[in-house]
């Protein structure tokens, strides 16, 4: 049995003129977190798509447990959990009868599949609400649900597309420490995300992705010796502060690797922030701008991103 549970190889979505995924290759290990770390429209939703067999890739192929998305999409769709950005939910029947419905539509039934479905109730906290119809629940607790329903028949790999999106903190944090738990049960997760917050706390390995090219890969570790020993700096400023010419002049600097601007802060990267912070400082003042607060980052996931693409994460 291969170490791997997943390995993709030249991955490709073709959109007319737009390559959404652009032969992307990466691979997961049993029993790990990988993120899937990327802005909006990088190409998550498509790869993920892919891999669970609802979309066709123009070109290459990706082995899942040893089978073949191409070549043998029934042996991977039984291996795979699948948990959709966009809810696949009935309002009208209540959760239990959800997770009744999806549980026979994949081939159990019987005390085995009432037994899962109040186990799966329970880890996602939603027991107490087991016989409430699904349209009376929070955007969150509709996530929950969802996320029971793409664990329902004990996948070995689960796909989750960004599931954090719009919900409440408290959903929010029963989902990441359900991936954690779920991890150290020993299953494999693919988790997208735009929050380098999440990839930071869930991932053994980050892939990030930006216009469908994979442009890193690795542990969290190797991704931040990309940046080398650098530091953060966010400079905040206040509203309407020229933040563009800020970043310019700051550039001009001659230990600063790279300034980029954002609505009211501009963030620079350099390998010592204590050392270049007076002269950014004096730079601000002289264009008669006020610094309203600085926060100093070690390297982290965004910083890898802002040092591979020039551009912030967070847009
Ligand atoms: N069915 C489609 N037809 C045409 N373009 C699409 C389709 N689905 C996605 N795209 C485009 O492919 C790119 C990647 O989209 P997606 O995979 O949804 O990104 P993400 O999930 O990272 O936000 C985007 O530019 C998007 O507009
Ligand atoms: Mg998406």
Redesign the pocket.
């Known amino acids: 049995m291969s170490r791997l549970i997943l390995e993709t190889a030249d991955l490709r ?1 073709q ?2 003129d ?1 390559t ?2 652009n032969q992307v290759n990466f691979s997961i290990q049993r029993g790990q977190v990988f993120s899937l770390l ?12 892919m891999l669970s067999c609802l979309l066709s890739p123009s070109d290459g192929d990706a082995t899942i447990d040893g089978h073949s998305i191409v070549n043998a999409p029934n042996k991977v769709k039984a291996v795979i959990g699948y948990v959709p ?1 966009d809810l696949a939910l009935y309002n009208k029947l209540n959760a239990k009868h959800n997770l009744k419905f999806w549980g026979t539509m994949s081939g159990m039934g019987g005390a085995t599949l009432n037994k899962r479905i109040d186990e799966l109730l329970e880890r996602v906290e939603l027991a107490d609400r087991a016989n409430d119809r699904v349209e009376t629940f929070s955007g969150g607790m509709k996530r929950r649900l969802n996320i029971a329903v793409g664990l329902l028949h004990r996948p070995k790999l689960v796909f989750m ?2 599931p954090t999106v719009g919900i409440d903190p408290q959903s929010r944090r029963r989902i990441l420490d359900m991936v954690k738990e779920l991890r150290d049960e020993g299953m494999s997760v693919l988790y ?1 995300t ?1 929050y380098m917050e999440e990839a930071q706390e869930l991932s053994d390995e980050v892939g990030i ?1 930006d216009h ?1 090219k994979m442009i890193a890969q690795g542990t969290q570790d190797e991704l931040r010796r990309l940046v080398g020993e650098q530091d953060t700096l966010r400079l905040h400023f206040t509203e309407d502060a020229p933040t563009a010419d800020l970043a310019t002049s700051f550039t001009q600097l001659p230990f600063v690797s790279t300034a980029n601007a954002n609505e009211q802060e501009v963030v620079v990267t350099v390998p010592d922030a204590a050392s270049v912070l007076p002269d950014l400082l004096a730079i601000a003042t002289e264009a008669g701008q006020r610094v309203r607060s600085i926060d100093i980052e070690e390297p982290n996931l965004e910083a890898v991103f802002l040092h591979l693409t020039g551009r912030a994460l967070r847009e």
Do not use: F, M
């Open positions: 979505k959109y007319g737009l959404a995924v990327g802005p909006n429209g990088a190409g998550k939703s498509t790869t993920i798509s950005q597309d960004e997208t735009h992705i469908g």
